[in-house]
């Protein structure tokens, strides 16, 4: 049996043996208390004396039963009164411990509130700086912006005029291709005219050739004749005036035939250097021409190849350019609408907001 169990069953002994005493008359314990015993009514002397020594025993027993309870009602009080005793002990010392855990909440919440607003303050400091560094970059970056924009006019500009030199100079080309073509038309009219001039030099000298062979023919047949009359002269006495007559005229047709000789070989020399000269001409000018239309030709492609790759070189240029001002453009406008945008600065002040740690405070206290 526990100490618990042994105090209980001491408990509800001690409460009998109570019970048992004051169902005794009271004027039975009065007499008892003064030495004196109450006349009972007559009963047998050796009953009597018996339930008198029983009576007195369990008195007895029940006064040290009373005692004893006594006793440990005392002991039992003493330690009710000790365990109050450090109840109230504990009831102080928890109301101080709570009294400072009030004041230490707060303290904490006047710290923190201190903290938030200081946190506040440091952060709009932050923030104007920030931003103001953002707004200096932004001011920078448009700077570069117009420079970058100025950059992409100008390579326009040269784009447009590589395109107008492009545009001029196949023109030019054209120009001088129809130039050249008219200059070789002309060569080929003159060099026509010269081989017509040619063809009728040549007709005349066989008209001259022609006229040389019928001049030997009459020289041959003026020959035959006087050779005939000499003959003649032999066999019959012919007057010599006549053969002289005759050997004059041979001599006058034979200078006439030699000057026409001459006169051929002339106008054969005459047509094969006029000829030489016309075709060496005409292939000179013909070749220079050729020459011309190769070289002017090989210079507007070079030209037009220089122009095409300056054009392809500012045209990537100029998308490179379109590219770098569109990245800066949507880079400015994303900044502008941050900085526009009140909700991001809010959501950074969100992650210093002390609010939840009172709350949490007041829940404890």
């Given at each position: 049996m526990?100490?618990?169990?042994?105090k209980n069953g001491g408990w509800f002994f001690?409460?009998?043996?109570?019970?048992?005493?004051n169902s005794v008359p009271e004027e039975v314990i009065g007499n008892e208390e003064e030495g004196k015993v109450t006349q009972l009514p007559e009963r047998h002397p050796s009953k009597e004396a018996e339930e008198i020594a029983e009576l007195k025993r369990l008195i007895f027993e029940k006064e040290q039963s009373f005692m004893e309870y006594k006793k440990e009602t005392a002991l039992e009080k003493q330690r009710l009164v000790k365990e109050n005793?450090?109840?109230?002990?504990?009831?102080l010392r928890n109301g101080e411990e709570k009294t400072q855990n009030r004041?230490?909440?707060?303290?904490?919440?006047?710290e923190a509130r201190r903290n938030r607003e200081?946190?506040?303050?440091?952060?709009?400091?932050?923030?104007?700086?920030r931003i103001k560094t953002e707004m200096d970059q932004l001011r920078e970056e448009n700077l570069s912006l117009k420079t970058s924009l100025e950059q992409f006019r100008t390579l326009e500009g040269e784009l447009q005029d590589a395109q107008q030199q492009y545009h001029e100079l196949v023109v030019k080309q054209k120009g001088e291709e129809s130039e050249h073509r008219d200059t070789i038309q002309q060569l080929e009219k003159q060099l026509e005219k010269e081989t017509i001039s040619l063809h009728e030099k040549e007709k005349e000298l066989i008209q001259i050739n022609q006229l040389?062979?019928?001049?030997?023919?009459?020289?041959?047949?003026?020959?035959?004749?006087?050779?005939?009359?000499?003959?003649?002269?032999?066999?019959?006495?012919?007057?010599?005036?006549?053969v002289s007559e005759l050997q004059r005229q041979l001599m006058a047709i034979q200078k006439?035939?030699?000057q026409l000789k001459q006169e051929a070989s002339h106008?054969?020399?005459?047509?094969?250097?006029?000829?030489?000269?016309?075709?060496?001409?005409?292939?000179?000018?013909i070749e220079k021409a050729k020459l011309d239309a190769k070289r002017i030709l090989e210079q507007s492609e070079e030209e037009i190849q220089i122009i095409q790759d300056r054009a392809k070189e500012i045209s990537f240029e100029v998308d490179e350019s379109r590219q770098a001002i569109l990245g800066i453009y949507d880079e400015l406008k994303t900044r502008v609408d941050h900085l526009a945008d009140g909700n991001a600065i809010e959501e950074e002040k969100e992650r210093y907001d002390y609010s939840k740690v009172s709350l949490l405070q007041r829940k404890d206290s």
């Amino acid at each position: 049996m526990s100490a618990q169990q042994k105090k209980n069953g001491g408990w509800f002994f001690n409460k009998n043996i109570i019970d048992e005493i004051n169902s005794v008359p009271e004027e039975v314990i009065g007499n008892e208390e003064e030495g004196k015993v109450t006349q009972l009514p007559e009963r047998h002397p050796s009953k009597e004396a018996e339930e008198i020594a029983e009576l007195k025993r369990l008195i007895f027993e029940k006064e040290q039963s009373f005692m004893e309870y006594k006793k440990e009602t005392a002991l039992e009080k003493q330690r009710l009164v000790k365990e109050n005793e450090n109840f109230k002990q504990n009831i102080l010392r928890n109301g101080e411990e709570k009294t400072q855990n009030r004041r230490q909440i707060q303290d904490l919440e006047a710290e923190a509130r201190r903290n938030r607003e200081e946190i506040k303050r440091l952060k709009n400091n932050e923030e104007f700086e920030r931003i103001k560094t953002e707004m200096d970059q932004l001011r920078e970056e448009n700077l570069s912006l117009k420079t970058s924009l100025e950059q992409f006019r100008t390579l326009e500009g040269e784009l447009q005029d590589a395109q107008q030199q492009y545009h001029e100079l196949v023109v030019k080309q054209k120009g001088e291709e129809s130039e050249h073509r008219d200059t070789i038309q002309q060569l080929e009219k003159q060099l026509e005219k010269e081989t017509i001039s040619l063809h009728e030099k040549e007709k005349e000298l066989i008209q001259i050739n022609q006229l040389i062979q019928e001049k030997d023919q009459a020289i041959q047949e003026k020959e035959t004749v006087i050779q005939h009359l000499l003959e003649e002269q032999r066999d019959q006495s012919i007057e010599g005036e006549v053969v002289s007559e005759l050997q004059r005229q041979l001599m006058a047709i034979q200078k006439e035939n030699e000057q026409l000789k001459q006169e051929a070989s002339h106008s054969q020399q005459e047509i094969g250097e006029v000829l030489i000269s016309a075709r060496k001409q005409a292939n000179r000018m013909i070749e220079k021409a050729k020459l011309d239309a190769k070289r002017i030709l090989e210079q507007s492609e070079e030209e037009i190849q220089i122009i095409q790759d300056r054009a392809k070189e500012i045209s990537f240029e100029v998308d490179e350019s379109r590219q770098a001002i569109l990245g800066i453009y949507d880079e400015l406008k994303t900044r502008v609408d941050h900085l526009a945008d009140g909700n991001a600065i809010e959501e950074e002040k969100e992650r210093y907001d002390y609010s939840k740690v009172s709350l949490l405070q007041r829940k404890d206290s």
